[in-house]
């Protein structure tokens, strides 16, 4: 158990935390980033990043974030692998507590816990989560080289998950509640033109079946939404990218949310309601890109050391 002090904490470590830090590194300013679960944030299971500029190659989203960490860390940002689970925004400076039992007291905080997968919500995905249901096809989908795999979901991540997937998998089928995609038109062009994805339109995910010892996954059953046709499907693993929402439940009872779960920020600014708390990238934007959250980050803290 510690007690660290700063004037500028930065919770969270994607795009927009790692950012924040660079710029308080540079200003001088005594910062702290509590890294969270997921260090390098959501970028890490992105297989390929082409929209982050600078990059003339298609780059992956890992080795961006260790890019970016590389920089920070040569910057000399300091940088603690904790989890905060507690804020006090009450009094001033502010106290954050962790995960480890460490309190964490700071005149100033930008917020950038970005955001997390939103699963189906059915007993039999919980059940098999890790053993067969996964929300990261770049992390897992060496796993099911040359089986047969479902995606759930319509949007950017689902295509490039499933495209992903074809690199090692046999068969790929995937399932999307509505008969058209919000996802890029390059991505939906190279998802038509694969042989090895197999779409069914307007069907969804009734329940996952498997096997109890080993817990495994062994298929899906589904169903169309229109015609209340049920199919059963035999996979070895299912993908679940139906979206995220964004990681404010813990600043609920300080801040004030949209009707999304996003932190609102006053106009033109990363500051919220309290003096000396700010927000970056997806807990505050709904645009969910790495290079949004990055300008968040730097604009929170310049804003935030312009105050100190
Ligand atoms: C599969 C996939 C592919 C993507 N591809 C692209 C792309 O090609 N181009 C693009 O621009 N964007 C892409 N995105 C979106 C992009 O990853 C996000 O917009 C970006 O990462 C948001 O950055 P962020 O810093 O706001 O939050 P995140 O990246 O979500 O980082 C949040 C950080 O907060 C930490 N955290 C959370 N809770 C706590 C806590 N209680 N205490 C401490 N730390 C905490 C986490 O550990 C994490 O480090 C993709 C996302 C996914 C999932």
Same mark, same amino acid.
């Given at each position: 158990m510690a007690e660290y002090k700063s004037d500028l904490l930065i919770i969270g470590s994607g795009p927009a935390g790692y950012t924040a830090g660079i710029y308080a590194a540079r200003a001088g300013v005594k910062s702290l980033i509590v890294a969270g679960a997921q260090k390098g944030g959501q970028l890490i299971k992105s297989s390929e990043v082409e929209n982050f500029p600078g990059f003339t190659e298609v780059i992956s989203g890992y080795d961006l974030m260790h890019r970016i960490h590389k920089q920070a860390m040569n910057l000399g940002v300091h940088l603690i692998d904790d989890e905060i689970t507690e804020v006090d925004f009450y009094d001033h400076p502010f106290v954050c507590s962790s995960a480890s039992g460490n309190s964490f007291m700071s005149k100033s905080i930008i917020i950038a816990t970005?955001?997390?997968?939103?699963?189906?919500?059915?007993?039999?995905?919980?059940?098999?989560?890790?053993?067969?249901?996964?929300?990261?096809?770049?992390? &897992?989908? #060496? #796993?099911?080289?040359?089986?047969?795999?479902?995606?759930?979901?319509?949007?950017?991540?689902? $295509?490039?998950?499933?495209?992903? $997937?074809?690199?090692?998998?046999?068969?790929?089928? $995937?399932?999307?509640?509505?008969?058209? #995609?919000?996802?890029?038109?390059?991505?939906?062009?190279? $998802?038509?033109?694969?042989?090895?994805?197999?779409? #069914?339109?307007?069907?969804?995910? &009734?329940e996952i079946v498997g096997t109890e010892e080993p817990l495994e996954v062994t298929g899906i059953r589904i169903r169309n939404v229109k015609s209340d046709k049920k199919k059963f499907l035999d996979v070895a693993g299912v993908f679940v990218a139906i979206g995220h929402h964004p990681n404010t439940e813990m600043f609920r009872r300080y801040l004030q949310l949209d009707a999304g779960g996003y932190i609102i920020t006053k106009p033109k600014s990363n500051a919220t309601d309290i003096k000396g708390v700010y927000a970056a990238g997806d807990v505050c934007n709904p645009y969910r890109q790495a290079i949004i959250a990055a300008g968040c980050g730097a604009r929170a803290a310049l804003e935030a050391i312009r105050e100190l």
């Open positions: 970005g955001a997390s997968v939103n699963w189906l919500g059915l007993p039999s995905e919980r059940k098999y989560i890790g053993h067969g249901v996964s929300s990261c096809a770049t992390c &897992d989908g #060496f #796993f099911y080289k040359g089986k047969e795999v479902a995606v759930v979901g319509g949007g950017n991540s689902a $295509l490039e998950q499933a495209l992903y $997937l074809t690199n090692y998998v046999e068969k790929v089928y $995937l399932i999307h509640r509505r008969h058209s #995609f919000n996802a890029e038109h390059a991505l939906q062009k190279r $998802l038509f033109e694969n042989r090895k994805i197999t779409i #069914f339109w307007n069907n969804v995910v &009734d």
